[in-house]
Protein backbone atom coordinates (compact mmCIF):
# COMPACT_ATOMS: atom_id res chain seq x y z
CA UNK A 1 0.00 0.00 0.00
CA UNK A 2 1.59 3.19 -1.05
CA UNK A 3 0.46 6.84 0.48
CA UNK A 4 -0.48 7.53 -3.54
CA UNK A 5 -3.29 5.03 -4.05
CA UNK A 6 -4.76 7.09 -1.57
CA UNK A 7 -5.79 9.75 -3.68
CA UNK A 8 -7.08 8.00 -6.61
CA UNK A 9 -9.45 10.91 -8.04
CA UNK A 10 -8.44 13.97 -8.55
CA UNK A 11 -11.78 16.12 -9.13
CA UNK A 12 -12.18 19.67 -8.51
CA UNK A 13 -10.95 21.40 -5.98
CA UNK A 14 -7.15 20.57 -7.26
CA UNK A 15 -6.03 19.98 -3.45
CA UNK A 16 -7.90 18.41 -0.77
CA UNK A 17 -7.44 17.14 2.64
CA UNK A 18 -8.90 14.09 3.43
CA UNK A 19 -8.94 12.89 7.03
CA UNK A 20 -9.05 9.55 6.58
CA UNK A 21 -7.23 7.57 8.76
CA UNK A 22 -4.99 4.85 8.20
CA UNK A 23 -2.24 2.66 10.09
CA UNK A 24 1.17 2.81 9.84
CA UNK A 25 3.31 0.39 11.52
CA UNK A 26 5.65 1.37 14.00
CA UNK A 27 9.22 0.39 14.15
CA UNK A 28 10.45 0.00 17.83
CA UNK A 29 14.29 0.98 17.50
CA UNK A 30 16.12 -0.63 20.44
CA UNK A 31 19.69 -1.37 19.24
CA UNK A 32 22.33 0.70 17.70
CA UNK A 33 23.66 -2.19 16.13
CA UNK A 34 22.74 -1.42 12.27
CA UNK A 35 23.92 -5.18 11.63
CA UNK A 36 21.68 -6.93 14.19
CA UNK A 37 18.43 -4.61 12.98
CA UNK A 38 19.32 -5.19 8.99
CA UNK A 39 19.11 -9.07 10.16
CA UNK A 40 15.91 -8.74 12.08
CA UNK A 41 14.03 -6.61 9.59
CA UNK A 42 14.55 -9.12 6.94
CA UNK A 43 13.37 -11.75 9.56
CA UNK A 44 10.48 -10.22 9.59
CA UNK A 45 10.21 -9.21 6.02
CA UNK A 46 10.31 -12.64 5.01
CA UNK A 47 7.25 -13.61 7.61
CA UNK A 48 5.01 -11.40 5.06
CA UNK A 49 6.81 -9.73 2.02
CA UNK A 50 3.43 -8.64 0.51
CA UNK A 51 2.08 -6.80 3.81
CA UNK A 52 5.62 -4.94 4.09
CA UNK A 53 5.94 -4.36 0.23
CA UNK A 54 6.62 -0.36 0.32
CA UNK A 55 5.05 -0.20 3.23
CA UNK A 56 5.63 3.03 4.95
CA UNK A 57 6.72 2.44 8.64
CA UNK A 58 7.15 5.14 11.82
CA UNK A 59 10.87 4.72 13.38
CA UNK A 60 10.49 4.69 17.15
CA UNK A 61 13.41 5.37 19.21
CA UNK A 62 12.15 5.83 22.77
CA UNK A 63 14.00 2.46 23.64
CA UNK A 64 17.14 2.86 22.49
CA UNK A 65 17.43 6.18 23.75
CA UNK A 66 16.44 5.04 26.75
CA UNK A 67 19.32 2.65 26.48
CA UNK A 68 21.13 5.83 26.47
CA UNK A 69 22.50 4.13 22.93
CA UNK A 70 23.59 6.65 20.48
CA UNK A 71 22.31 6.03 16.39
CA UNK A 72 22.34 8.30 13.86
CA UNK A 73 18.93 8.52 12.33
CA UNK A 74 20.74 8.52 8.72
CA UNK A 75 21.78 4.91 9.13
CA UNK A 76 18.65 3.78 10.49
CA UNK A 77 16.34 5.22 7.54
CA UNK A 78 19.23 3.61 4.92
CA UNK A 79 19.20 0.34 6.23
CA UNK A 80 15.09 0.73 6.13
CA UNK A 81 15.23 1.86 2.84
CA UNK A 82 17.49 -1.42 1.64
CA UNK A 83 14.60 -3.61 2.55
CA UNK A 84 12.32 -1.95 0.60
CA UNK A 85 10.19 0.12 3.39
CA UNK A 86 10.01 3.80 3.74
CA UNK A 87 10.34 5.67 6.64
CA UNK A 88 7.96 8.22 7.02
CA UNK A 89 8.04 9.51 10.51
CA UNK A 90 9.92 9.16 13.31
CA UNK A 91 9.20 9.54 17.09
CA UNK A 92 10.53 8.99 20.67
CA UNK A 93 13.83 10.50 19.41
CA UNK A 94 16.08 13.38 20.98
CA UNK A 95 15.89 16.81 19.61
CA UNK A 96 18.99 16.06 17.51
CA UNK A 97 17.58 13.12 16.14
CA UNK A 98 13.91 15.13 15.41
CA UNK A 99 16.19 17.60 13.75
CA UNK A 100 17.99 15.52 11.28
CA UNK A 101 14.84 14.09 10.32
CA UNK A 102 13.17 16.99 9.26
CA UNK A 103 16.73 17.63 7.63
CA UNK A 104 16.07 13.83 5.62
CA UNK A 105 12.55 15.15 4.63
CA UNK A 106 10.96 12.57 7.18
CA UNK A 107 8.16 14.09 9.47
CA UNK A 108 8.03 14.36 13.30
CA UNK A 109 5.09 12.23 14.65
CA UNK A 110 3.35 13.14 17.93
CA UNK A 111 4.11 10.45 20.23
CA UNK A 112 0.50 9.38 21.59
CA UNK A 113 -0.08 6.15 20.38
CA UNK A 114 -3.29 4.26 20.64
CA UNK A 115 -2.39 1.48 23.24
CA UNK A 116 -3.28 -2.06 22.61
CA UNK A 117 -3.35 -2.68 26.15
CA UNK A 118 -3.39 -6.33 27.45
CA UNK A 119 -6.98 -7.05 28.43
CA UNK A 120 -6.96 -6.97 32.31
CA UNK A 121 -9.69 -8.62 34.22
CA UNK A 122 -13.01 -8.15 32.39
CA UNK A 123 -15.52 -6.02 34.01
CA UNK A 124 -18.51 -7.96 34.41
CA UNK A 125 -21.37 -6.72 33.95
CA UNK A 126 -24.67 -8.85 34.09
CA UNK A 127 -27.53 -6.90 32.95
CA UNK A 128 -27.22 -3.40 30.89
CA UNK A 129 -28.45 -1.12 33.05
CA UNK A 130 -28.22 1.87 31.64
CA UNK A 131 -29.03 2.87 28.04
CA UNK A 132 -25.56 4.17 27.49
CA UNK A 133 -23.34 2.66 29.16
CA UNK A 134 -19.81 3.10 29.76
CA UNK A 135 -16.99 1.59 31.14
CA UNK A 136 -14.42 3.80 32.51
CA UNK A 137 -11.20 2.32 31.94
CA UNK A 138 -10.41 0.33 28.58
CA UNK A 139 -10.69 -2.97 29.91
CA UNK A 140 -13.40 -5.30 29.10
CA UNK A 141 -16.94 -5.03 28.78
CA UNK A 142 -18.54 -8.49 29.63
CA UNK A 143 -22.65 -8.15 29.16
CA UNK A 144 -24.17 -11.74 29.95
CA UNK A 145 -27.91 -10.65 29.27
CA UNK A 146 -29.72 -10.12 26.09
CA UNK A 147 -29.26 -6.77 24.61
CA UNK A 148 -32.86 -5.23 23.75
CA UNK A 149 -34.04 -2.87 21.48
CA UNK A 150 -32.99 0.73 21.81
CA UNK A 151 -30.16 -0.18 24.33
CA UNK A 152 -26.89 1.05 23.82
CA UNK A 153 -23.74 -0.32 25.31
CA UNK A 154 -20.43 1.23 25.34
CA UNK A 155 -17.03 -0.21 25.46
CA UNK A 156 -13.60 1.39 25.89
CA UNK A 157 -12.12 -1.15 24.60
CA UNK A 158 -13.31 -4.98 23.61
CA UNK A 159 -16.95 -6.21 24.30
CA UNK A 160 -18.25 -9.42 24.94
CA UNK A 161 -22.29 -10.27 24.45
CA UNK A 162 -22.99 -13.91 25.73
CA UNK A 163 -26.44 -13.03 24.56
CA UNK A 164 -28.36 -11.92 21.51
CA UNK A 165 -28.10 -8.12 20.48
CA UNK A 166 -31.43 -7.16 19.20
CA UNK A 167 -33.03 -5.22 16.26
CA UNK A 168 -32.67 -1.34 17.66
CA UNK A 169 -29.84 -2.12 19.79
CA UNK A 170 -26.87 -0.86 19.07
CA UNK A 171 -23.36 -1.59 20.77
CA UNK A 172 -20.08 0.04 20.11
CA UNK A 173 -16.48 -1.05 21.05
CA UNK A 174 -13.01 1.07 20.50
CA UNK A 175 -11.66 -2.35 20.19
CA UNK A 176 -13.25 -5.69 19.08
CA UNK A 177 -17.20 -7.19 19.41
CA UNK A 178 -17.47 -10.41 20.19
CA UNK A 179 -21.19 -11.57 19.81
CA UNK A 180 -21.94 -15.33 21.20
CA UNK A 181 -25.75 -15.11 20.17
CA UNK A 182 -27.69 -13.68 17.52
CA UNK A 183 -26.48 -10.09 16.41
CA UNK A 184 -29.56 -8.48 14.82
CA UNK A 185 -28.60 -4.98 16.34
CA UNK A 186 -26.05 -2.29 14.98
CA UNK A 187 -22.75 -3.38 15.85
CA UNK A 188 -19.83 -0.84 15.45
CA UNK A 189 -16.03 -1.49 16.51
CA UNK A 190 -12.92 0.47 16.37
CA UNK A 191 -14.97 3.60 17.26
CA UNK A 192 -12.22 5.53 17.86
CA UNK A 193 -10.67 4.74 14.32
CA UNK A 194 -8.72 1.59 15.36
CA UNK A 195 -8.61 -0.21 12.03
CA UNK A 196 -7.49 -3.39 13.57
CA UNK A 197 -10.51 -3.80 15.18
CA UNK A 198 -12.66 -6.93 14.47
CA UNK A 199 -16.51 -7.89 15.06
CA UNK A 200 -17.12 -11.68 15.72
CA UNK A 201 -20.77 -13.15 16.12
CA UNK A 202 -22.29 -16.49 15.42
CA UNK A 203 -24.87 -15.67 13.80
CA UNK A 204 -25.30 -12.21 11.83
CA UNK A 205 -28.42 -10.53 10.93
CA UNK A 206 -27.58 -6.91 11.71
CA UNK A 207 -29.26 -3.85 10.73
CA UNK A 208 -25.48 -2.36 10.23
CA UNK A 209 -21.99 -3.04 11.58
CA UNK A 210 -18.90 -0.89 11.24
CA UNK A 211 -15.20 -1.07 11.56
CA UNK A 212 -13.55 2.22 12.29
CA UNK A 213 -15.84 4.22 10.48
CA UNK A 214 -16.68 1.80 7.40
CA UNK A 215 -19.99 0.07 7.73
CA UNK A 216 -22.26 -1.93 6.05
CA UNK A 217 -26.05 -1.93 6.18
CA UNK A 218 -28.46 -4.90 6.31
CA UNK A 219 -28.96 -4.79 2.47
CA UNK A 220 -25.28 -4.84 1.53
CA UNK A 221 -24.89 -8.06 4.48
CA UNK A 222 -27.48 -10.11 3.41
CA UNK A 223 -26.86 -13.12 1.33
CA UNK A 224 -23.72 -12.69 3.90
CA UNK A 225 -23.74 -16.28 5.36
CA UNK A 226 -26.04 -15.91 8.40
CA UNK A 227 -26.27 -19.11 11.30
CA UNK A 228 -22.18 -19.38 11.03
CA UNK A 229 -19.59 -18.03 13.21
CA UNK A 230 -18.03 -15.34 11.53
CA UNK A 231 -15.65 -12.48 11.44
CA UNK A 232 -15.90 -9.09 10.18
CA UNK A 233 -12.69 -6.96 9.79
CA UNK A 234 -11.81 -4.35 7.54
CA UNK A 235 -9.08 -4.82 4.39
CA UNK A 236 -7.60 -1.93 1.75
CA UNK A 237 -10.35 0.11 3.56
CA UNK A 238 -13.81 -2.34 2.45
CA UNK A 239 -15.16 -4.50 5.23
CA UNK A 240 -14.36 -8.05 4.75
CA UNK A 241 -17.31 -10.62 6.26
CA UNK A 242 -15.75 -14.41 6.73
CA UNK A 243 -16.93 -17.67 8.20
CA UNK A 244 -14.67 -17.72 10.80
CA UNK A 245 -12.89 -21.44 9.43
CA UNK B 1 -45.05 -8.46 51.00
CA UNK B 2 -47.21 -7.76 48.09
CA UNK B 3 -45.89 -8.89 45.06
CA UNK B 4 -46.20 -6.19 41.90
CA UNK B 5 -46.65 -7.15 38.61
CA UNK B 6 -46.84 -4.73 35.56
CA UNK B 7 -48.76 -6.04 32.60
CA UNK B 8 -46.94 -4.56 29.57
CA UNK B 9 -46.28 -4.70 26.09
CA UNK B 10 -45.15 -1.77 23.93
CA UNK B 11 -47.56 -2.38 21.44
CA UNK B 12 -51.19 -1.50 21.51
CA UNK B 13 -54.08 -3.55 21.41
CA UNK B 14 -52.37 -7.24 21.98
CA UNK B 15 -54.20 -8.32 24.98
CA UNK B 16 -52.72 -6.51 28.26
CA UNK B 17 -56.16 -5.57 29.65
CA UNK B 18 -57.55 -8.74 28.72
CA UNK B 19 -54.82 -10.12 30.38
CA UNK B 20 -54.57 -8.16 33.55
CA UNK B 21 -58.23 -9.35 34.41
CA UNK B 22 -57.80 -12.80 33.34
CA UNK B 23 -54.98 -13.05 35.76
CA UNK B 24 -56.00 -10.83 38.39
CA UNK B 25 -59.36 -13.16 39.17
CA UNK B 26 -57.71 -16.18 38.58
CA UNK B 27 -54.76 -15.58 41.87
CA UNK B 28 -57.69 -14.11 44.10
CA UNK B 29 -59.92 -17.10 42.73
CA UNK B 30 -56.62 -19.16 44.29
CA UNK B 31 -57.18 -17.26 47.48
CA UNK B 32 -54.95 -14.58 47.61
CA UNK B 33 -56.24 -11.19 47.74
CA UNK B 34 -55.05 -9.01 45.07
CA UNK B 35 -55.71 -5.47 43.31
CA UNK B 36 -55.74 -4.65 39.41
CA UNK B 37 -54.57 -1.53 38.84
CA UNK B 38 -55.44 0.67 35.45
CA UNK B 39 -52.67 2.88 34.35
CA UNK B 40 -54.15 3.81 30.80
CA UNK B 41 -55.46 7.29 31.92
CA UNK B 42 -57.75 8.86 29.18
CA UNK B 43 -58.44 5.44 27.53
CA UNK B 44 -59.38 3.26 30.49
CA UNK B 45 -61.41 0.37 29.92
CA UNK B 46 -60.01 -2.29 32.63
CA UNK B 47 -63.51 -1.38 34.05
CA UNK B 48 -65.44 -2.53 31.37
CA UNK B 49 -63.86 -5.85 31.17
CA UNK B 50 -64.29 -6.45 35.04
CA UNK B 51 -67.82 -5.21 34.48
CA UNK B 52 -67.93 -2.46 37.34
CA UNK B 53 -67.89 0.40 35.01
CA UNK B 54 -71.14 1.97 36.85
CA UNK B 55 -69.91 1.68 40.05
CA UNK B 56 -66.37 4.10 39.15
CA UNK B 57 -66.54 6.99 41.50
CA UNK B 58 -63.23 7.82 42.36
CA UNK B 59 -60.15 6.95 40.11
CA UNK B 60 -56.46 6.68 41.10
CA UNK B 61 -56.04 10.29 39.83
CA UNK B 62 -58.13 11.52 42.38
CA UNK B 63 -56.07 9.22 44.72
CA UNK B 64 -52.82 11.03 44.21
CA UNK B 65 -54.29 14.81 44.23
CA UNK B 66 -55.49 13.59 47.44
CA UNK B 67 -59.19 14.25 46.44
CA UNK B 68 -59.99 10.97 47.86
CA UNK B 69 -58.98 8.31 49.88
CA UNK B 70 -57.91 4.65 48.65
CA UNK B 71 -60.39 2.66 50.03
CA UNK B 72 -63.04 5.18 48.38
CA UNK B 73 -61.80 4.58 45.34
CA UNK B 74 -61.24 1.14 45.31
CA UNK B 75 -63.81 -1.38 43.85
CA UNK B 76 -64.66 -4.66 45.34
CA UNK B 77 -65.41 -7.01 42.41
CA UNK B 78 -68.91 -8.65 41.86
CA UNK B 79 -67.52 -12.28 41.19
CA UNK B 80 -64.70 -12.52 44.07
CA UNK B 81 -64.36 -10.69 46.86
CA UNK B 82 -60.58 -11.22 47.55
CA UNK B 83 -59.99 -8.66 44.19
CA UNK B 84 -60.35 -5.45 44.09
CA UNK B 85 -59.93 -2.57 41.22
CA UNK B 86 -58.23 1.08 40.91
CA UNK B 87 -59.90 2.23 38.02
CA UNK B 88 -58.17 4.83 35.67
CA UNK B 89 -59.26 8.35 34.81
CA UNK B 90 -61.16 8.94 31.39
CA UNK B 91 -60.95 12.43 31.96
CA UNK B 92 -57.85 13.87 33.18
CA UNK B 93 -54.68 14.24 31.45
CA UNK B 94 -52.14 11.47 31.82
CA UNK B 95 -49.62 13.65 32.93
CA UNK B 96 -51.60 13.65 36.13
CA UNK B 97 -49.61 10.26 37.00
CA UNK B 98 -46.78 11.27 39.05
CA UNK B 99 -44.16 9.02 39.97
CA UNK B 100 -44.96 9.72 43.87
CA UNK B 101 -48.03 9.42 43.72
CA UNK B 102 -47.97 5.77 42.26
CA UNK B 103 -45.22 5.28 45.14
CA UNK B 104 -47.26 6.01 47.41
CA UNK B 105 -50.26 4.25 46.57
CA UNK B 106 -48.62 1.06 46.10
CA UNK B 107 -46.74 1.56 49.28
CA UNK B 108 -50.02 1.52 51.06
CA UNK B 109 -52.13 -1.42 48.48
CA UNK B 110 -48.63 -3.70 49.46
CA UNK B 111 -50.07 -3.53 52.91
CA UNK B 112 -52.78 -5.16 52.18
CA UNK B 113 -52.61 -6.74 49.28
CA UNK B 114 -50.89 -10.11 48.29
CA UNK B 115 -50.59 -8.91 44.55
CA UNK B 116 -50.81 -5.96 42.76
CA UNK B 117 -51.41 -6.07 38.86
CA UNK B 118 -50.30 -3.24 37.16
CA UNK B 119 -52.30 -2.61 33.67
CA UNK B 120 -49.69 -0.69 31.21
CA UNK B 121 -51.24 1.33 28.71
CA UNK B 122 -49.70 1.19 24.83
CA UNK B 123 -45.95 3.10 23.91
CA UNK B 124 -43.44 4.13 25.98
CA UNK B 125 -44.90 7.26 27.49
CA UNK B 126 -45.37 7.98 31.60
CA UNK B 127 -47.99 5.77 31.95
CA UNK B 128 -46.16 3.09 30.77
CA UNK B 129 -43.10 4.25 32.33
CA UNK B 130 -44.75 4.27 36.09
CA UNK B 131 -47.07 0.92 35.42
CA UNK B 132 -43.26 -1.21 35.25
CA UNK B 133 -41.22 1.27 37.65
CA UNK B 134 -42.18 -0.10 40.98
CA UNK B 135 -42.57 -3.56 39.47
CA UNK B 136 -41.37 -6.73 40.98
CA UNK B 137 -42.67 -9.35 38.26
CA UNK B 138 -43.18 -7.99 34.31
CA UNK B 139 -45.66 -9.96 31.67
CA UNK B 140 -44.96 -9.19 28.57
CA UNK B 141 -48.15 -9.77 26.50
CA UNK B 142 -46.73 -10.29 22.66
CA UNK B 143 -48.83 -11.19 19.42
CA UNK B 144 -47.70 -13.59 16.97
CA UNK B 145 -46.21 -11.23 14.65
CA UNK B 146 -43.08 -9.06 14.09
CA UNK B 147 -44.00 -5.23 15.09
CA UNK B 148 -45.15 -6.84 18.57
CA UNK B 149 -42.09 -9.15 19.02
CA UNK B 150 -39.95 -5.52 18.32
CA UNK B 151 -42.16 -3.56 20.40
CA UNK B 152 -41.24 -6.38 23.53
CA UNK B 153 -38.16 -6.53 22.93
CA UNK B 154 -38.01 -2.34 23.98
CA UNK B 155 -40.27 -2.81 26.43
CA UNK B 156 -37.26 -5.41 28.51
CA UNK B 157 -35.01 -2.97 27.61
CA UNK B 158 -36.39 -0.35 29.97
CA UNK B 159 -37.78 -2.89 32.38
CA UNK B 160 -33.60 -3.49 32.87
CA UNK B 161 -33.01 -0.06 32.94
CA UNK B 162 -35.52 2.48 33.78
CA UNK B 163 -37.56 0.76 36.47
CA UNK B 164 -36.56 0.82 40.16
CA UNK B 165 -34.67 -2.41 40.97
CA UNK B 166 -32.25 -1.36 38.15
CA UNK B 167 -31.89 2.43 39.45
CA UNK B 168 -31.39 0.80 43.12
CA UNK B 169 -29.18 -2.47 41.44
CA UNK B 170 -30.95 -4.31 43.12
CA UNK B 171 -32.21 -8.00 41.71
CA UNK B 172 -33.79 -7.45 38.14
CA UNK B 173 -37.36 -7.59 37.35
CA UNK B 174 -37.94 -11.37 36.63
CA UNK B 175 -39.81 -11.41 33.71
CA UNK B 176 -42.09 -13.73 31.77
CA UNK B 177 -43.79 -14.09 28.48
CA UNK B 178 -47.51 -14.54 27.63
CA UNK B 179 -48.06 -15.10 23.72
CA UNK B 180 -51.60 -13.78 23.15
CA UNK B 181 -53.67 -14.40 19.77
CA UNK B 182 -52.11 -17.71 18.94
CA UNK B 183 -53.65 -19.47 15.86
CA UNK B 184 -51.46 -22.63 15.24
CA UNK B 185 -53.37 -22.63 12.00
CA UNK B 186 -52.02 -19.33 11.03
CA UNK B 187 -48.22 -20.12 12.06
CA UNK B 188 -48.43 -23.02 9.64
CA UNK B 189 -49.52 -21.13 6.72
CA UNK B 190 -46.59 -18.54 7.44
CA UNK B 191 -49.15 -15.71 8.02
CA UNK B 192 -47.81 -15.80 11.71
CA UNK B 193 -44.40 -16.11 13.49
CA UNK B 194 -44.34 -19.44 15.54
CA UNK B 195 -43.69 -19.53 19.37
CA UNK B 196 -40.31 -20.21 18.26
CA UNK B 197 -39.73 -17.65 16.13
CA UNK B 198 -40.68 -15.18 18.82
CA UNK B 199 -38.59 -16.95 21.80
CA UNK B 200 -35.41 -16.50 18.99
CA UNK B 201 -36.13 -13.01 19.72
CA UNK B 202 -37.23 -12.86 23.31
CA UNK B 203 -35.83 -15.87 24.75
CA UNK B 204 -37.91 -15.66 28.21
CA UNK B 205 -39.38 -17.31 30.35
CA UNK B 206 -43.24 -19.22 29.00
CA UNK B 207 -45.70 -18.41 31.25
CA UNK B 208 -48.37 -20.05 28.36
CA UNK B 209 -49.76 -19.00 24.99
CA UNK B 210 -53.27 -18.03 24.63
CA UNK B 211 -54.93 -19.05 21.65
CA UNK B 212 -56.96 -16.79 19.67
CA UNK B 213 -60.36 -16.91 20.87
CA UNK B 214 -63.91 -15.77 20.05
CA UNK B 215 -64.83 -16.56 23.96
CA UNK B 216 -62.53 -13.39 24.79
CA UNK B 217 -65.08 -11.21 23.04
CA UNK B 218 -68.11 -12.83 24.51
CA UNK B 219 -66.64 -12.46 27.83
CA UNK B 220 -65.92 -8.98 27.40
CA UNK B 221 -69.24 -8.01 26.57
CA UNK B 222 -70.60 -9.40 29.29
CA UNK B 223 -67.97 -7.85 31.85
CA UNK B 224 -66.48 -10.83 33.06
CA UNK B 225 -62.78 -11.79 32.75
CA UNK B 226 -62.45 -14.57 30.26
CA UNK B 227 -60.75 -16.86 33.10
CA UNK B 228 -64.35 -17.70 34.83
CA UNK B 229 -65.25 -19.06 31.58
CA UNK B 230 -63.36 -22.03 32.27
CA UNK B 231 -64.97 -24.53 29.19
CA UNK B 232 -63.41 -21.99 27.04
CA UNK B 233 -60.15 -22.60 25.08
CA UNK B 234 -58.72 -18.82 26.48
CA UNK B 235 -59.92 -19.13 29.41
CA UNK B 236 -58.16 -22.74 30.30
CA UNK B 237 -55.29 -21.10 29.11
CA UNK B 238 -55.26 -18.19 31.52
CA UNK B 239 -55.82 -20.31 34.23
CA UNK B 240 -52.59 -22.61 33.31
CA UNK B 241 -50.60 -19.00 33.42
CA UNK B 242 -52.26 -18.56 36.77
CA UNK B 243 -50.94 -21.96 37.88
CA UNK B 244 -47.42 -22.04 36.25
CA UNK B 245 -46.85 -18.49 37.80
CA UNK B 246 -47.81 -19.87 41.71
CA UNK B 247 -45.48 -22.35 41.12
CA UNK B 248 -47.58 -25.62 39.63
CA UNK B 249 -45.97 -27.00 36.18
CA UNK B 250 -48.32 -27.64 33.75
CA UNK B 251 -47.38 -28.83 30.74
CA UNK B 252 -48.16 -26.03 27.83
CA UNK B 253 -51.24 -26.65 25.32
CA UNK B 254 -52.61 -24.66 22.21
CA UNK B 255 -49.38 -24.28 20.89
CA UNK B 256 -50.41 -27.26 18.32
CA UNK B 257 -53.64 -26.64 16.02
CA UNK B 258 -56.71 -29.05 16.83
CA UNK B 259 -56.42 -32.23 15.46
CA UNK B 260 -59.20 -33.01 12.93
CA UNK B 261 -61.33 -35.85 13.24
CA UNK B 262 -59.53 -38.26 10.89
CA UNK B 263 -56.63 -37.82 13.07
CA UNK B 264 -58.05 -38.40 16.32
CA UNK B 265 -59.61 -41.60 14.79
CA UNK B 266 -56.92 -43.22 12.94
CA UNK B 267 -53.51 -41.12 14.98
CA UNK B 268 -50.58 -39.84 13.52
CA UNK B 269 -49.24 -35.93 13.36
N1 LIG C 1 -56.90 -14.31 22.86
C1 LIG C 1 -57.68 -13.44 22.18
N2 LIG C 1 -58.48 -13.89 21.20
C2 LIG C 1 -59.28 -13.02 20.51
N3 LIG C 1 -59.32 -11.70 20.74
C3 LIG C 1 -58.54 -11.19 21.70
C4 LIG C 1 -57.67 -12.03 22.47
N4 LIG C 1 -57.01 -11.23 23.36
C5 LIG C 1 -57.43 -9.98 23.15
N5 LIG C 1 -58.37 -9.94 22.17
C6 LIG C 1 -59.06 -8.75 21.65
O1 LIG C 1 -58.10 -7.78 21.26
C7 LIG C 1 -58.55 -6.47 21.56
C8 LIG C 1 -57.52 -5.76 22.42
O2 LIG C 1 -57.42 -6.42 23.69
P1 LIG C 1 -57.00 -5.63 24.99
O3 LIG C 1 -57.87 -4.44 25.20
O4 LIG C 1 -56.88 -6.60 26.09
O5 LIG C 1 -55.55 -5.14 24.54
P2 LIG C 1 -54.62 -4.06 25.22
O6 LIG C 1 -53.23 -4.52 24.98
O7 LIG C 1 -55.02 -3.83 26.62
O8 LIG C 1 -54.94 -2.78 24.36
P3 LIG C 1 -54.46 -1.26 24.67
O9 LIG C 1 -53.03 -1.20 24.22
O10 LIG C 1 -55.37 -0.43 23.82
O11 LIG C 1 -54.62 -1.05 26.13
C9 LIG C 1 -59.89 -6.62 22.25
O12 LIG C 1 -60.89 -6.40 21.30
C10 LIG C 1 -59.89 -8.06 22.71
O13 LIG C 1 -61.19 -8.58 22.75
MG1 LIG D 1 -55.48 -1.96 27.67
Known amino acids: MTINAQNKSYSSPALEFKSTMFSVPV ?99 TAPKDDAQASDDSTTVLITKPIRSGQRIYSHGDLIVLAQVGAGAEILAEGNIHVYGTLRGR ?42 PIQIYLQKNALVIKPIA | ?26 LAKKGHKTVVIDFDVGLRNLDLIM ?51 VGKILEELSKEFKYI ?10 GAHLAMYFADDAFIVTNPEVSSVRDSDRILGLLSSKSQRAEKNEEPIKEYLILTRYAPERVKSGEMLSLDDVQDILSLDLLGVIPESKSVLTASNSGNPVILDEKSDAGQAYGDIVARYLGETRPHRFIEGKKGLFRKLFGGG
Open chain 2, 117 to 126: VCDSPAGIEQ
Open chain 1, 27 to 125: LGVASDDLVLIEQLLNEKIKLAPEFFKHSPVILDFQEVNKKQLTIAIEAVVAVIRKAGLFAVGVRGGSDLQHQQAIELGIAVTANTEIKAELPKTPKII
Open chain 2, 51 to 101: GCERRVVYDIINVINEEASLNQALIKDKNCNLLSILPASQTRNKDALTQEG
Open chain 2, 1 to 26: MARIIVVTSGKGGVGKTTTSAAISMG
Open chain 1, 187 to 228: ALAGVQGNAEARIFCSDLQAELISIAGHYKISDDIQGAISNT
